[in-house]
């Protein structure tokens, strides 16, 4: 069953292949120059991001504070899916080592640690600057 499985898969891709021709293809080379000549040089800074209108006003900075803070939220998150890599501890500014320490421990410890901080950012969620930039491999410690 499995090679009669692959031979069809190898046919309709054999097909497929036959059927897509390149020269049909073409390139308007002089509508791309005009493109690029007409086109606005914008720039992508998040300064000018809220007034030039790529982000919503209460997007600003302003708004959002200063790029020290950290969402508990985004934390807690990234703890649920990714903890055992320990990409939590890299959004809160915790050093390399400590995400190595994660991967080389089986996901901090086969699981554990990572477990234990999701807890605990979900109870302290109101003020997690005691976890941000915590050079420690227990951060709750």
């Known amino acids: 069953m499995k090679k009669l499985t692959f031979l069809i898969l190898l046919f309709v891709t054999v097909i497929a292949v036959n059927?897509?021709?390149a020269s049909s293809y073409s390139v308007d080379e002089q509508?791309?120059?005009q493109l690029f000549e007409n086109a606005v040089e914008t720039s992508m800074a998040l300064a000018n991001?809220?007034?030039s209108g790529f982000l919503p006003a209460s997007l600003s900075p302003a708004v959002m504070g200063s790029a020290g803070e950290k969402d508990a939220v985004v934390a807690i998150v990234l703890d649920f899916f990714l903890g055992g890599?320990?990409?939590h501890r890299f959004y809160?500014?915790?050093e390399t080592l400590t995400g190595i320490g994660y991967i080389l421990t089986c996901g901090g410890i086969f699981g554990i640690v990572p477990l234990i901080d999701f807890v605990v950012l979900i109870i302290d969620n109101k003020?997690?600057?005691p976890y941000i930039d915590n050079p420690k491999f227990f951060m709750w410690n």
């Open 49 to 51: 991001s809220a007034e």
């Open 31 to 33: 509508a791309i120059d």
């Open 19 to 21: 059927q897509a021709n």
């Open 127 to 129: 003020d997690i600057s």
């Open 92 to 94: 809160l500014g915790t």
């Open 85 to 87: 890599l320990g990409v």
